[in-house]
């Protein structure tokens, strides 16, 4: 082909370019934009967000007997990174141990205290035995010197006998009640040591449970697995700062990853649409390529209102079919749960379905005319809307009213 001739060619293009802009865009502005009715598969999705979320997981919890010792809130010091993966006996976190140790600190005082009264109390009955048995001695001796002077008295006046016979019997009268006496202060004295030990054995006992209770304030992970966090009451997920109860002990969690469901709420309209049962298709906002399936498991009755919102929603659980390494409890998931499936229908777009007085109707194109058809309308979805009378395959629809046809009369459907 010669230099010229392609000039020429060209030149041409570049005429109906600049022509289709100045005359054709305009046309095309003008021009009602048309689409056919065309015959496939309709599917019906409510498409709503949710939480990842594991359906069985391990507690990891803190001191769960920190109330036998009036400790009832206790606060986060310290915790590992959520998504964390540890193994068995890992580092979780710590938790505030002052008023452990404050309590610890007092039972040691106690402790000495009580020990001192215990040596007090040893060295008393140590020195009370010793002089009542000092005392029965005394008697003993004394009898003993009056029974020999009376022995070398037989040749003395009777009186003389007299007085030391009852002296005798004195003595041993006293020798008796002093022994029954020593007896009876003896058990005194072992009842007290008993009670001053027990105290001693009772807080030296307190002491090594406030100790143990300490360790038990360093968390460690009783399995291997990654770490989540757990959330409070209010739905705001426990860290550094935040406090634990023995009601609810529980620092983070162990997910298992192999059993995960998607956490979902939906508003008044959808639920109605969504049963058990009903298959889903997850999607990852993390992973875009990832798309796994599920099941709607379970349906909630009762609306609640979430935080900042007077909306009732439903929640909704999926379970998810399928695992993948890198789904994580928290990731946000886009569920299109599929409500409604049929096959071999008519459909066209919403926006090609016009109302008058209670009849839909469709602008039809008919060769170089245009018809204002009745049509009968079945299942819609957010994009299109089954056509069960009134078009066929194929046939071409506006997608807005022509100009000029609002007065054309609609053609009726057959009755």
Do not use: C, H
Request: charged fraction near 30%; avoid cysteine; hydrophobic fraction near 35%.
């Amino acid at each position: 082909m010669s230099k010229k001739n392609l000039i020429i060619i060209g030149t041409a293009v570049v005429v109906l370019i600049i022509s289709y802009s100045l005359f054709g865009s305009n046309s095309d502005e003008d021009s009602p934009i048309t689409t056919e009715v065309i015959k496939g598969k309709f599917i019906n999705e409510v498409i709503i967000s949710g939480e990842a979320q594991s359906t069985s997981s391990k507690k990891i919890n803190g001191p769960i007997n920190a109330r036998r010792f009036n400790i009832y809130q206790l606060k986060i010091q310290d915790l590992v990174a959520e998504g964390t993966v540890v193994k068995k006996g890992g580092y979780i976190g710590k938790l505030d141990a002052s008023e452990v140790n404050g309590k610890i600190n007092d039972a040691m005082l106690s402790l000495e205290s009580a020990q001192s009264k215990y040596t007090q109390e040893q060295l008393d009955t140590t020195l009370t035995l010793k002089q009542e048995r000092n005392a029965i001695k005394d008697l003993l001796f004394n009898i003993e010197d009056d029974r020999l002077e009376l022995k070398s008295s037989i040749y003395e006046a009777p009186t003389i006998i007299k007085k030391l016979e009852i002296n005798i019997e004195k003595n041993e009268r006293d020798l008796k009640e002093k022994k029954e006496d020593y007896s009876i202060k003896k058990r005194k004295a072992v009842a007290k040591m008993v009670q001053v030990g027990t105290e001693v054995s009772k807080i030296k006992k307190q002491i090594d449970e406030l100790t143990a209770l300490q360790k038990e304030f360093t968390i460690y992970s009783e399995d291997a697995g990654m770490v989540t966090y757990v959330k409070d009451w209010n739905g705001v997920k426990k860290k550094v700062g935040s406090t634990i109860s023995p009601w609810e002990p529980a620092i983070a969690s162990l997910p298992d990853l192999t059993k995960m469901e998607s956490k979902t709420y939906s508003n008044e309209v959808d639920i109605r649409k969504i049963k058990k049962g009903l298959p889903v298709k997850i999607g990852f906002d993390a992973f875009p390529e990832i798309e796994l399936t599920g099941e709607v498991t379970d349906v909630a009755n009762v609306g609640e209102n979430k935080r900042g919102s007077d909306i009732k929603l439903f929640q909704v659980l999926i379970k998810l079919n399928e695992t993948n390494d890198n789904i994580r409890p928290g990731m946000t998931t886009s569920n299109r749960i599929l409500t409604e499936e049929v096959e071999d229908v008519l459909m066209v777009p919403l926006e090609a379905i016009f109302t008058k007085d209670s009849i839909s109707y469709t602008y039809v194109k008919s060769g170089y005319s245009i018809q204002k058809k009745e049509v009968k309308l079945g299942l819609s979805n957010n994009e299109a809307v089954i056509i069960e009378k009134g078009l066929k395959e194929n046939e071409t629809v506006y997608l807005s009213k022509p100009e000029g046809l609002e007065e054309k009369s609609i053609t009726l459907l057959d009755n």
